[in-house]
C-alpha cells in the first residue's frame, strides 16, 4: 500500500509525526519514506510492505497528511501502474522530458572512438535541434579481444564537446559501480556542461549488486535494457530494483531478444510489447532498433530493417529511441554493420516523424471510438 502525502508536508510537523507514530504502532508492517523532489513541490510516499490486506483505504485516508491511498495488488510495486493510480508517467532531467506522452530520439556513436567523430555527430545533432544522444565509454563485449570502449579517458571531451553543441543529455552504459564515480568525477571537472543518462546493457539487466548501486544514485536517471534471454516480468522486476533503491527516474528499453545469429536480424524485435511496458507499468519506453536489428539489409520497399522497425515501435507509442550512427561507418571500433550513416538523418527523423504522428492520429481515433461507445450505451 502506498500513502501519498500532501504536496509538501512537514516532517518535523506534529501531523507527520502522529502519522509516523501511528504507523510505527502496526504490527507485521514496515513504512518507508520516498521523496519526490520537484522544482514547484516535493511529494513524499510512505511504502507500506507487510500485512496491509487488512487495512481499510477509508481508515488510511483519514489519517494526518494523507491525501491519496493506493493499493498495490500487483507486481512492481513502485514503477507499477496499480489501480486508481494517478502517479505521473514522467519525469524530467537536466530540462528534457521523459513520459509516456512524448518521443526523445538518442541517435549517437555506439562507441566513442575519437573526438572528431563525437563533434561530427554532436554538431548534426544541434543543427536540428536534438538535445540528446548515445555515447559508449564502456561497451562490454563478447569477445575479450575485441574494442572494450575509451572509459574515463574520453569522457572529458565527450562532455566539453556536449556543452559546445547543447547536448542535454547523454545515455552511456555503465558495468561497474567505479563507471559511475568516474561519469561524476569527469562531469565535476569539466563544469557540469550536460547530463548523463546511464544506461545497463542487456548483459546486465539482472546484475542485482549494480542495480542497487544505480538505484541509490541520487543524480542521473537509468535506461535499463531488457535481459536478451528472460522473460519480460524478469526484466521489470529488475527495473523495480532501482526504484526500491529510491532511483524512479527510469526508462525502460526493448532491443530484442535473442535468437540464433542472423535468423534474420541479430536478436528478434520485441517492438510489440512497447503497449504493454506502458500498460503494467509507468516507465517511458525505449526502442533500440539498432541492436535489435544489427544489419543495414533493406525490404524491397526499399526501406532499411532498421527504419522498419524503429516506425513499428514508433507507431505502437515508443517514448525514446537509441538508434546508433556514424559519421564513416566504415572506420567505426564496434557495431559497424548496423550504424546508419550521417546523411540519413534528416531521413530518418522524417520517417520517425511520420510514425509518430500515425501514433497520435491512432491514439485520437481510439478516444473517438470509446465516446461513441459511451454515448450508445
Ligand atoms: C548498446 O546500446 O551499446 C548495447 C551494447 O546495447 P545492448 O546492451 O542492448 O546490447
Ligand atoms: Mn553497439
Do not use: W
Amino acid at each position: 500500500m502506498i500513502l501519498i502525502l500532501q504536496a509538501d508536508t512537514d516532517k518535523n510537523g506534529d501531523d507527520f509525526r502522529q502519522l509516523m507514530d501511528h504507523l510505527s504502532s502496526m504490527k507485521n508492517i514496515k513504512s518507508r519514506l520516498h521523496d519526490e523532489v520537484g522544482t514547484r513541490q516535493t511529494l513524499t510516499e510512505v511504502y507500506l510492505v507487510g500485512d496491509t490486506a487488512t487495512l481499510v483505504i477509508e481508515d488510511m485516508e483519514n489519517l494526518p497528511c494523507v491525501e491519496r491511498v493506493v493499493r498495490v495488488s500487483e507486481e512492481y510495486r513502485v514503477l507499477g501502474r496499480h489501480h486508481d493510480d494517478n502517479r505521473p508517467t514522467h519525469f524530467e532531467y537536466n530540462g528534457v522530458r521523459f513520459g509516456q506522452d512524448n518521443l526523445n530520439v538518442f541517435a549517437g556513436l555506439c562507441a566513442v572512438d575519437n573526438p572528431r567523430h563525437v563533434e561530427l555527430m554532436m554538431k548534426a545533432l544541434q543543427e536540428r535541434g536534438l538535445p540528446c544522444t548515445r555515447m559508449g565509454a564502456y561497451k562490454p563485449r563478447t569477445n575479450p579481444y575485441s574494442f572494450q570502449g575509451h572509459g574515463k579517458s574520453c569522457l572529458p571531451y565527450v562532455f566539453e564537446l556536449a556543452g559546445k553543441y547543447d547536448i542535454k543529455v547523454i545515455a552511456m552504459e555503465v558495468t561497474h559501480d567505479s563507471h559511475v564515480r568516474e561519469i561524476h568525477e569527469a562531469l565535476e571537472e569539466t563544469g557540469h556542461p550536460t547530463g548523463v543518462m546511464l544506461q545497463i546493457g542487456t548483459r546486465n539487466t539482472q546484475n542485482f549488486e549494480l542495480l542497487k548501486v544505480i538505484g541509490r544514485e541520487p543524480e542521473f536517471p537509468v535506461l535499463l535494457k531488457r535481459g536478451f534471454g528472460i522473460t519480460l516480468e524478469e526484466s521489470l522486476n529488475a527495473a523495480e530494483y532501482l526504484a526500491s533503491e529510491g532511483n524512479r527516474r527510469v526508462v525502460f528499453g526493448l532491443r530484442g531478444m535473442k535468437t540464433n545469429m542472423g535468423d534474420p536480424h541479430r536478436n528478434f524485435v520485441d517492438f510489440s510489447h512497447v503497449p504493454v511496458v506502458k500498460r503494467l507499468t509507468r516507465m517511458p519506453v525505449c526502442i533500440d532498433p539498432s541492436h535489435s536489428v544489427g544489419t543495414r539489409d533493406v525490404a524491397p520497399s526499399g526501406i532499411l530493417d532498421v527504419f522498419h522497425v524503429t516506425a513499428q515501435g514508433v507507431i505502437a507509442g515508443a517514448n525514446m529511441i537509441l538508434v546508433d550512427f556514424h559519421p564513416h561507418p566504415a572506420k567505426a571500433l564496434v557495431d559497424c554493420p548496423q550504424a546508419l550513416h550521417m546523411d540519413e538523418l534528416d531521413y530518418f527523423l522524417e520517417d520517425v516523424r511520420i510514425a509518430r504522428e500515425a501514433y497520435e492520429q491512432r491514439v485520437a481515433l481510439a478516444a473517438e471510438h470509446r465516446k461513441q461507445q459511451a454515448s450508445a450505451a
